[in-house]
């Protein structure tokens, strides 16, 4: 098993930054990518970003030039720094990472969720 906190998150003005972090403990032979979604009440959750272990990142394209996604693989953390910041950024921002079994099968864990609000 994978355990995932997240840390950070919170209130912040339009147009400020905020940054979240997550940590990954447990069973872990190794981290394949490592990502953040986000979900609001009545609408499915959603991919922000994501980073390869190589340090390939994918964002969407509505916090594109906006978030930075980023990993530091000798700490199983990865972080989302968010600039920029909109109301409709507020959601439950969601750490999830895939981690290999001893056979090489893919696992999705999750975190527990942090909140990020936005105020206007």
């Known amino acids: 098993q994978v355990q995932l906190v997240e840390s950070g998150g919170g209130l912040v003005q339009a147009g400020g930054s905020l940054s979240v972090s997550c940590v990954a403990s447990g069973s872990i032979i190794s981290i394949d990518t490592m990502g953040w979604y986000r979900q609001v009440p009545g609408r499915q959750r959603e991919l922000v970003a994501f980073i390869t272990s190589g340090g390939t990142s994918n964002y969407a394209g509505s916090v594109k030039g906006r978030f930075t996604i980023s990993r530091d693989n000798a700490k199983n953390t990865v972080y989302l720094r968010m600039n920029s910041l909109k109301p409709e950024d507020t959601a439950v921002y969601y750490c999830?990472?895939?981690?290999?079994?001893?056979?090489?099968?893919?696992?999705?864990?999750w975190g527990q969720g942090t909140q990020v609000t936005v105020s206007s």
């Open positions: 999830n990472a895939r981690t290999p079994d001893t056979r090489g099968i893919l696992y999705a864990f």
